[in-house]
C-alpha cells in the first residue's frame, strides 16, 4: 500500500478479538505499526459504549468508534476539530446518531405475538447473558447497556423469516452477526458509519485516504462494502462470510493472529 493518510476500520468479537476468550494479544505486532504510522483505529461492532471504553482503555487508545451496528458514532473530545454538523453533545463526545432509542427496539419486541416472540439481552439478566456470551459478569452488565439495539437468540423454524417481514413493516431491520441476530433501525448499518467517519477526516485532512476493513460475519458486509481494502478473517471452523468483491484480502488465521496477519502483509506492500 502506498504511504499516505489511512483508516482503519475493524470488527471486534471473532476478528479483533479471538473467540472464547476475548483476547487480543495476537494482533499485538501489527497494532504497534499502525499506531507508528500514526493510522487511526476505529472500532465498529455490535459491541455497547461500556464495551468499547473498556477496551480502548485496555489497548491505551482514544479514538473515535462505532457501537451497535452502525447505530451511534462517538467522537471523543480530542476529535473536537472534525467537522459534524448532525452532531450532539452527549458526556465527553460528540455522537452521530443513525439508530432508534433503545426503547423503540423494546417496544417492538414486547409488542410480538407469541408465536413471534424471542428473547433479547433486555429480557435476560446479566448471569444469563454471561452464560450465552462466555463474558465474565462485568462485561455482561455492559452488553446489557444498549443504546440503540437489541440482540437476541435465533428462533426456531420459520419464524425468523415472518419475524423480519414484520420488523420491515415498522422501519427495523435483522442483521446476522456472530452468535446472535440484532433488532435495529433500517437507517442504520456499520458501512453507513464508516463512510460518515472517513468523510469527516477527509475534510480535515483535506486530502483523501486509504480505508482497510476488517470483519469476520455477515454484519460487516456493509463495512467490507464501503472500505478500499476489505480483509476477511475466517470463523474457528474456516468459514468466512461471502462478500462480491475480487480484491478482498482474506486472512490465513481466525481472530487476532489472522488479523495480524492480513494487517501485516497490508502494511508490507504484499497485497
Not at 135 to 158: I, K, Q, S, V, W
Amino acid at each position: 500500500m502506498s504511504p499516505g493518510r489511512c483508516l482503519v476500520f475493524t470488527d471486534l468479537d471473532g476478528t479483533l478479538l479471538d473467540h472464547g476468550d476475548y483476547t487480543f494479544q495476537g494482533a499485538l505486532p501489527a497494532l504497534e505499526r499502525i499506531q507508528q504510522e500514526g493510522w487511526p483505529l476505529i472500532m465498529v461492532t455490535s459491541k455497547t459504549r461500556p464495551e468499547v471504553e473498556e477496551l480502548q482503555e485496555r489497548m491505551g487508545l482514544v479514538q473515535p468508534f462505532v457501537v451497535e451496528n452502525g447505530g451511534g458514532i462517538f467522537f471523543p473530545s480530542k476529535y473536537g476539530h472534525l467537522d459534524l454538523p448532525h452532531a450532539g453533545a452527549r458526556e465527553h463526545y460528540r455522537v452521530v446518531t443513525l439508530g432508534r432509542p433503545y426503547r423503540e427496539i423494546r417496544a417492538f419486541l414486547q409488542d410480538l405475538p407469541e408465536d413471534l416472540s424471542v428473547r433479547g439481552f433486555g429480557d435476560m439478566s446479566p448471569r444469563e447473558v454471561q452464560e450465552a456470551t462466555g463474558l465474565p459478569e462485568r462485561r455482561a452488565r455492559m452488553a446489557r447497556a444498549r443504546e440503540f439495539t437489541e440482540p437476541f437468540l435465533p428462533p426456531d423454524g420459520g419464524r425468523l423469516e415472518a419475524l423480519k417481514a414484520r420488523a420491515r413493516e415498522a422501519g427495523l431491520t435483522i442483521a446476522q452477526g456472530g452468535r446472535f441476530f440484532h433488532l435495529m433501525d433500517e437507517g442504520q448499518d456499520k458501512g453507513r458509519a464508516v463512510r460518515i467517519v472517513r468523510k469527516a477526516f477527509e475534510a480535515y485532512w483535506n486530502e483523501s485516504c486509504r480505508t482497510v476493513g476488517l470483519g469476520d460475519s455477515r454484519n460487516d458486509l456493509p463495512m467490507l462494502q464501503a472500505v478500499d481494502v476489505p480483509v476477511v478473517v475466517p470463523n474457528p471452523d474456516g468459514s468466512p462470510p461471502e462478500i462480491s468483491r475480487d480484491d478482498v484480502v482474506r486472512a490465513r488465521k481466525p481472530g487476532s493472529a489472522g488479523w495480524n496477519e492480513a494487517l501485516q502483509r497490508i502494511l508490507d506492500g504484499i497485497v
